[in-house]
């Protein structure tokens, strides 16, 4: 098993920016397949990135493409999830993911979740 603990959510203002982190635990990182996922407030859960465990498969939704990266670092056991050029709505819950196949990331069904962390961008 593996267990996951998010970082770095907060407060700030449209145009900004933030990291997210992922710390894993129990399993290295290195043979999951990893994701973010987010939900707004009376929305359902939607996903956001996700990263093949060799890391050379990697997909955004649409509407965080071109602002949000998603990387990992092995030596620390750690996702993270720069994000740039915030909007108000992307103001979530974000929630870090694992599973031991890239489609159960992809399609939402990950067997690992963490507990979340809030992100709120002020207009």
């Known amino acids: 098993q593996v267990q996951l603990v998010e970082s770095g959510g907060g407060l700030v203002q449209a145009g900004g920016s933030l990291r997210l982190s992922c710390a894993a635990s129990?399993?290295?990182?290195?043979?999951?397949?990893m994701g973010w996922f987010r939900q707004a407030p009376g929305k359902e859960r939607e996903f956001v990135t996700a990263?093949?465990?060799?890391?050379?498969?990697?997909h955004y939704a649409d509407s965080v493409k071109g602002r949000f990266t998603m990387s990992t670092d092995n030596a620390k056991n750690t996702v993270n999830l720069q994000m740039n050029s915030l909007r108000p709505e992307d103001t979530a819950v974000y929630f870090c993911?694992?599973?031991?196949?890239?489609?159960?990331?992809?399609?939402?069904?990950?067997?690992?979740w963490g507990q979340g962390t809030q992100v709120t961008v002020s207009s």
């Open positions: 993911a694992a599973s031991t196949t890239y489609n159960a990331v992809v399609t939402g069904t990950p067997r690992y």
């Open positions: 129990g399993r290295s990182i290195s043979t999951y397949a």
């Open positions: 990263i093949s465990w060799s890391g050379g498969t990697t």
